[in-house]
């Protein structure tokens, strides 16, 4: 089957199986936390941590593992990703406590780094070098699909079977990925020689990067000594300084920082990781603000439903509706325009259920034009050889972008106040981020003239 013409295709749609399940993930816990709070009497700032845990290990692994599969191949390590995944998401669905629950997310992480870390590389190498915009949109898609329907069919599942099969619905899914993918997906016919692990460089990352969320939790309300704001902050820049010495000194480092070098990809991972914290700085805002305006909750669900719809709409579609003499930079470049126009709008005007849905989805579909051409501008100026860590570095930015959204919006809220002001201020933060997209994405001839 992997012969037929069209078989890059089916490669590509199995690896939306994995886009599709991350995000329906990140998308869908949020909604048990009531139900687990009640169930193992935790207070919300442990039951956070079923999300924190999980984007934390992620963040941590992406890089060494998309390192790792160069080496030993992308698709054995993607479908030993399906089965840790799924095992570990039975496991969660059975789990007697928070704490072990907790530790079966963390499992649960490891197998989404060997899926993610992937991903990227597998659509770049399955699809034809003309078709990699569309088979990338693709994707985008899976995961706009993924998180446009966790809130629907996470508040389903919790208000009828239970929180457990929140979890226990990744079983299914992941059982069919497992089994188109042995079949579907190619092999690596790229290798890179030689890559190692480094434990030592996996800790510091993870330390960077966990302190510094931490720092950013305690600043937005998190029940912490008052000092230890500055105690984390000082050892997220000091884990992320010893983190890139190292990496400078090591021979064959997990982290090659002369791809970072490169300015297509620096400035390009820089835009993949303000997409996406704009992408999900509204998931945390709506909610808050469609509270203080007591409004239902399926209210703000179906509200923010319009921001993935736009995303999945262009990624998919956006190709025809460009025009075809738009390189990936002009692309890049009009979605973060785009971006920016939204959100200025979204500034001015009230931010009510019948005008909101509206500006969202124009948000949604300018950052699924803007997705899909930037991760093309950083894969394609990525050797073949190492396509996985340069798919583990755009997995990265996009977790680290993810993590700052909800971290950004949180401390705007906390610092801001109640009220409308402070939903104002939330917005004009990711309006701030939309406007380092544009210049990420600034034609060549502009960069230079500036």
């Avoid at 075809?324 to 979605?335: L, V």
């Avoid at 005008?355 to 501008?377: Q, R, S, Y």
Wanted: charged content about 10%; proline content about 5%; aromatic content about 6%.
């Amino acid at each position: 089957m992997r012969r037929r013409p069209d078989a890059w295709r089916l490669a590509v749609l199995t690896v939306c199986f994995g886009a599709f399940m991350g995000q329906l993930d990140a998308s869908i816990v949020t909604l048990t936390y009531p139900a687990l709070g009640a169930e193992f009497h935790a207070p919300l700032a442990a039951v956070q941590w079923v999300s924190l845990s999980y984007l934390l290990t992620l963040v941590a692994l992406l890089v060494p593992v998309g390192r790792f599969s160069d080496a030993r191949g992308r698709k054995l390590m993607y479908l030993y990703g399906f089965a840790l995944f799924t095992a570990a998401s039975a496991a969660c669905g059975l789990a007697p406590g928070l704490v072990a629950l907790i530790a079966f997310r963390v499992l649960q992480a490891v197998g989404a780094a060997l899926l993610q870390a992937n991903s990227v590389a597998l659509v770049t190498t399955s699809a034809p070098r003309e078709r990699m915009r569309g088979a990338l949109g693709m994707q985008a898609a899976g995961q706009a699909i993924g998180l446009a329907l966790g809130p629907t069919v996470g508040g389903v599942l919790v208000a009828t079977v239970g929180w457990r099969w929140v979890f226990g619905i990744n079983v299914p899914v992941g059982i069919v990925a497992m089994v188109a993918g042995h079949y579907l997906l190619p092999r690596t016919r790229h290798r890179a020689e030689g890559a190692r692990t480094d434990p030592a460089g996996v800790l510091l990352l993870g330390g960077a990067t966990t302190a510094g969320l931490l720092a950013l939790s305690a600043a937005s309300g998190l029940r912490l000594p008052d000092w230890s704001i500055g105690a984390l902050a000082a050892v997220a820049v000091a884990a992320g300084a010893l983190f890139v010495r190292r990496q400078l000194r090591l021979r064959r480092p997990m982290v090659d920082l002369r791809l970072l070098a490169a300015e297509r990809i620096g400035s390009g991972l820089l835009g993949a990781l303000c997409g996406y914290l704009v992408l999900f700085g509204p998931l945390v805002l709506v909610p808050v603000e469609f509270d203080r305006l007591h409004l239902p909750v399926l209210v703000s669900g179906a509200v923010l439903t319009a921001l993935p719809f736009g995303f999945a709409l262009a990624a998919t579609l956006g190709d025809r509706a460009l025009p075809t003499r738009w390189d990936d930079r002009r692309r890049a470049w009009a979605g973060a325009l785009g971006c920016a126009a939204a959100l200025a709008l979204m500034a001015a005007l009230p931010a009510t259920p019948t005008v909101l849905p509206v500006l969202l989805a124009l948000l949604g579909i300018a950052l699924g034009v803007f997705t899909p051409a930037n991760n093309t501008l950083v894969m394609s100026a990525v050797p073949a050889a190492s396509a996985g860590t340069g798919g583990g570095l755009v997995n990265m930015a996009r977790g680290l972008g993810t993590a700052l959204g909800v971290a950004a919006v949180t401390l705007a809220l906390h610092l801001a106040g109640q009220g409308s002001a402070a939903d104002r201020v939330a917005v004009l933060v990711l309006l701030a981020v939309s406007l380092v997209a544009v210049l990420t994405a600034l034609p060549q001839g502009r960069r230079r003239n500036g």
